[in-house]
């Protein structure tokens, strides 16, 4: 079956651009997470999506981040103002109700010059 | 103190030999531990839960201490294929926050 999917596969932007980067979760996975990987280091949490339930924003690094989640599916992390540190592999998960485990897909590679 | 350590690595077996990884957690309330596996430049995938009790999927067996806060992964009769970094994950927190938190992760490089 199709798993999670994300687009685009490779971004690159000037700093100071805005970034919108999109994910697709697993068909009837409630919840949704945002994670990002710089290189050769590990997974930060960036935010989570359960369902109807107000998000947990914790993870996200300054208010130059939001993400949404739109029916319950689609989720688009937005980066603004963007600068070089932001420089990484954006990965979105998803899994059943926020049990086990997650489910991760491709990442989006994103390269600010 | 990370919230979720590992020992880097890398851990360098010939084929065939038995490796253990450990990983320590810092919140006593974590409720679910996980194992997961990462090739260079891919996204992470779910290699196994790791139960109380411990348990095992093939050549990989998975123990956890929650007196002590660890959690291990012992890998049995080594393959080139088992060449990845191995990250150990908590769920943190009491109840199912659903925030999983990752370790760095342990570097394994099985050579012929």
């Known amino acids: 079956g199709a798993g999670v999917s994300q687009s685009p596969s490779n971004k690159v932007t000037e700093k100071g651009k805005d970034v919108e980067l999109r994910c697709d979760p697993i068909s009837g996975h409630t919840a949704l997470y945002w994670y990002r990987q710089s290189l050769g280091q590990g997974l930060e949490f960036l935010i989570y999506?359960?369902?109807?339930?107000?998000?947990?924003k914790s993870g996200l690094p300054s208010d130059r981040f939001s993400a949404e989640r739109t029916g319950g599916s689609v989720s688009t992390l937005t980066i603004q103002r963007t600068q070089q540190e932001d420089s990484a592999v954006y990965l979105c998960a998803s899994s059943l109700a926020g049990r086990g485990g997650r489910f991760f897909g491709p990442g989006t590679r994103l390269t600010v010059l | 103190r990370k919230e979720v350590e590992q020992d880097p690595g890398p851990f360098n077996v010939p084929e065939g030999a038995t490796v253990a990884f450990n990983c320590t957690y810092s919140n006593s309330a974590s409720q679910s531990f996980f194992w997961y596996r990462q090739d260079c430049r891919k996204e992470p995938k779910l290699l196994m839960s790791?139960?109380?009790s411990g348990n095992e999927d093939g050549r990989f067996t998975a123990q956890l201490n929650r007196a002590s806060q660890y959690i291990s992964l012992l890998i049995r009769d080594s393959k080139l294929s088992d060449s990845a970094t191995y990250l150990c994950v908590v769920n943190m927190g009491s109840g199912n926050t659903g925030k999983l938190i990752f370790g760095q992760g342990t570097t394994l490089q099985v050579k012929p």
């Open positions: 999506f359960q369902g109807n339930s107000a998000p947990d």
């Open positions: 790791v139960y109380s």
